[in-house]
């Protein structure tokens, strides 16, 4: 038994020397090939077959189905064939090829076209994935002119019916939805200072709730809607403060320098932001009652910025720079290395934490478009004149 475990270890001492020896000769690539392990893995698409819908139903369906990881094939090759009609109102049907058997069979009424098609892909990704579906979700968007004044926008995740909330012609910034509301915090310089403001989008009424001096930006409603986090530098350095919704009673959260981006964890314990610290750009959390800061390793990935907690607790997604602006995301308890994704800035995930919507420049613009993370799959929304750019998900 000896013999046998010396020669096992003859046989194998030159091979992991070898592989040590590689190692060491890599040095300070080893980060790169941290970076390169895809934690989130390459899931490939659902083949899915569609046939007998009108040009626009059709158009909404392979938009809605591709950013939600289904890609499309002929009939004979597909997993589930979707077949159905869009004459005065859609009408769709799923069959499980492989399973043989009518999964879904649905008609839809009493809204456009477009949204019956919406509601039809919802309910297709629910019944072959179990998940809810993205496609009857709305964002939030800035909208900059040439002359770097802009306006808050909304729109259907897909870009379209979209409608400007603001028509200020100031700087505007960071739009954040109130979780279940059809209500936005932003920043706006309407009068003349960064503040924040509150604004019912039903109502059209709109109120100041934080107006101190110095800087007032980056607000963040709590997963319940009760409280707001934001960045003032009413102490001095830009830092984390929590208020009611309302703005009354706010409470400085941090010491740290430069804070930045502020996003709730889904059970609106946790804070995490962007700061730095011993001259380095870092993700950190705080709790939302305040205490010590951690900070979150992000190895690989310089420059973390732009944090976003998905809606299921799992991941983070950030904007790292190193040179170009890229889009990663990492597990939320740091339990492995975040993966890139692809270039781009100001992700925000969607309410089924599986696709995000991020910012990327193309033509001296910025553009909108949706990523689904496990795919890889992406699709550029309907953009708006100007440069679009900081989505933020309703959930």
């Keep these: 038994m000896k013999k046998n475990c010396l020669s096992l270890i003859q046989l194998c001492l030159p091979v992991f020397l070898g592989l040590m020896a590689a190692s060491f000769a890599r040095g300070q690539n080893e980060i790169n090939i941290q970076q390169e392990i895809n934690i989130l893995g390459q899931t490939k698409p659902i083949p899915i077959s569609i046939e007998g819908f009108g040009s626009e139903v059709a158009e909404v369906l392979k938009f809605d189905l591709y950013v939600q990881g289904f890609t499309f094939v002929d009939p004979d090759?597909?997993?589930?064939?979707?077949?159905?009609?869009?004459?005065?109102?859609?009408?769709?049907?799923?069959?499980?090829?492989?399973?043989?058997?009518?999964?879904?069979?649905?008609?839809?009424?009493?809204?456009?076209?477009?949204?019956?098609?919406?509601?039809?892909?919802?309910?297709?990704?629910?019944?072959?994935?179990?998940?809810?579906?993205?496609?009857?979700?709305?964002?939030?968007?800035?909208?900059?002119?040439?002359?770097?004044?802009?306006?808050?926008?909304?729109?259907?995740?897909?870009?379209?019916?979209?409608?400007?909330?603001?028509?200020?012609g100031v700087i505007v910034s960071a739009p954040s939805w109130v979780p279940g509301r059809a209500a936005l915090y932003y920043n706006s310089y309407k009068l003349g200072n960064p503040d924040i403001f509150y604004h019912n989008l039903n109502t059209g009424e709109r109120r100041v709730i934080a107006h101190y001096s110095g800087s007032n930006i980056s607000p963040a409603a709590s997963p319940d809607g009760s409280q707001v986090a934001m960045i003032m530098s009413r102490s001095g350095s830009p830092n984390v403060w929590v208020a009611n919704a309302d703005g009354s009673n706010p409470r400085k959260l941090t010491s740290t320098s430069e804070d930045s981006s502020p996003c709730w964890s889904p059970d609106g314990q946790w804070i995490c932001f962007a700061t730095k610290i011993r001259e380095r750009r870092v993700l950190a959390r705080v709790s939302s009652s305040g205490g010590e800061v951690h900070v979150i390793r992000t190895p690989g990935t310089p420059n973390p910025t732009e944090p976003d907690w998905s809606p299921d607790g799992k991941w983070i997604a950030f904007t790292t720079q190193a040179g170009e602006f890229d889009i990663c995301v990492m597990p939320a308890d740091g339990s492995a290395a975040p993966t890139i994704l692809v270039r781009g800035e100001d992700p925000s995930w969607s309410p089924n934490s599986r696709t995000l919507i991020y910012a990327r420049r193309s033509g001296g613009r910025y553009v909108l478009s949706l990523l689904d993370v496990y795919t890889k799959q992406v699709k550029d929304i309907r953009q708006i004149s100007g440069s679009d750019s900081e989505p933020a998900w309703a959930r």
């Design 77 to 168: 090759a597909a997993q589930y064939q979707i077949s159905g009609s869009s004459a005065g109102n859609v009408a769709g049907r799923v069959v499980d090829r492989f399973g043989r058997k009518t999964i879904l069979s649905r008609s839809y009424n009493g809204a456009t076209l477009r949204r019956q098609a919406h509601a039809f892909a919802d309910d297709v990704v629910l019944v072959i994935t179990g998940k809810k579906g993205i496609a009857q979700t709305r964002i939030a968007f800035k909208v900059e002119a040439p002359s770097g004044n802009g306006e808050i926008w909304v729109a259907d995740f897909d870009g379209h019916n979209a409608q400007a909330v603001t028509h200020d």
